[in-house]
């Protein structure tokens, strides 16, 4: 049979891109979890997808109702969830000043890493009872919340901190915005809410991967630096960011290359261990990629686990 898989933020860039690229071997159905019903379906048709080899389900991950919502919704469609892809993210380095989901998280955070953090969680369940040989739950990372990496040494640096801001909620109230409860920075935010997604993969494997035989998975699929992620940006970093990354670091890929690298960690059969961040090299051949000290840290991969929790109502 088909397999059927699950991603996020599929209505533009990366997310995009990968359910064309797995919709096109004929062999995935893909459910497009999107915030913007009409974009997502006007982006499919323009890319060129096949009526009937995806399906479109709204998703708006700054809202835990909407996640729950979501999952029913999935559910209800009546097939396998054989793969979950949490891809989508706001990325806000101009903001001055946070803005917040409906539940009062500060967005970034409260999007990239709280947002999946609950449908992962609630979608383990129907991974574990799929009967697709290879089950896989993927959650995107970042080299940039990877200080041991030249990109994540440019300032602001991910730091979580002792997780003080995240233990009260990151409400911008009671607490401050960041995790680490520091001075709002929207840059900053992204770069932390990236190390959660990384260290959620790394805890999901550590507590699930024996029990449940589903791989879990993260990766850098190289600097897309074409995608809306950049949107909220000054039009002079839009305009030079991108020949930047081609001509200088020479880390940049296009969007249909980045989609079928994360194709691969869908559903190639050479990538199916547990608990690995993906890269890329030069040749675009895939490798197992070393996390930075932060972004490894088993303690504090427990921690945001468990503060994460409390925050999504699961504790
Ligand atoms: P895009 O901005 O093109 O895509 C982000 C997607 O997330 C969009 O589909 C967007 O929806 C969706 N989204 C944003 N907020 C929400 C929400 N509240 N609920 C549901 N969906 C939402 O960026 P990219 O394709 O570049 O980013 C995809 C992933 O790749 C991210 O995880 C990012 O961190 C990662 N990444 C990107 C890199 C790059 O160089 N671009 C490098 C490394 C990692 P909408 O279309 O409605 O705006």
């Not at 040989?133 to 990109?151: E, M, Q």
């Not at 589903?214 to 991108?242: D, K, M, N, Q, W």
């Not at 190639?268 to 261990?273: A, G, I, Q």
């Not at 932060?294 to 929790?309: Q, Y």
Request: proline share 4%.
């Amino acid at each position: 049979r088909k397999g059927t898989a699950v991603i996020t933020g599929a209505s533009s860039g990366l997310g995009l891109a990968t359910a064309k690229a797995l919709a096109e071997t004929g062999k995935w159905h893909v459910v497009m979890g999107c915030r913007d019903f009409l974009k997502a379906s006007r982006a499919a048709k323009a890319a060129g997808m096949e009526k009937g080899s995806y399906t479109i389900v709204h998703l708006d991950l700054a809202s835990l109702d909407s996640v729950r919502q979501f999952v029913g919704n999935v559910r209800r469609l009546g097939m396998p969830v054989d793969v979950v892809v949490c891809n989508a993210a706001v990325y806000q380095p101009t903001a001055k000043q946070p803005s917040f989901t409906a539940d009062g998280f500060e967005m970034s955070v409260g999007v990239n890493h709280l947002g999946h953090f609950l449908l992962a969680r609630e979608l383990l369940a129907d991974l574990t009872s799929s009967d697709y040989p290879s089950k896989r739950l993927i959650i995107v990372g970042s080299i940039t919340g990877n200080t041991n990496t030249l990109a994540g040494n440019v300032p602001p640096k991910a730091n979580l901190g002792d997780l003080r801001g995240l233990a009260s909620g990151l409400d911008g109230v009671s607490s401050s915005a960041m995790i680490d409860g520091g001075e709002f920075d929207g840059a900053k935010a992204y770069k932390d809410s990236k190390v959660c997604n990384m260290l959620t993969m790394q805890e999901f494997h550590r507590r699930y991967h024996g029990e449940t035989g589903v791989t879990f998975a993260s990766l850098y699929p190289g600097c897309i630096a074409t995608t809306g992620l950049f949107r909220e940006h000054v039009p002079l970093f839009r305009l030079l960011f991108p020949p930047f990354q081609k001509y200088i670091t020479k880390g940049y890929v296009s969007e249909e290359e980045a989609g079928k690298r994360l194709a691969q960690v869908v559903s190639d059969p050479s990538l199916t261990k547990s608990g690995v961040y993906w890269s890329w090299n030069n040749n675009s051949a895939s490798f197992e990629n070393q996390l930075s000290e932060e972004a490894s840290d088993p303690e504090k991969a427990k921690k945001v686990w468990e503060l994460s929790e409390k925050l999504v109502g699961l504790a």
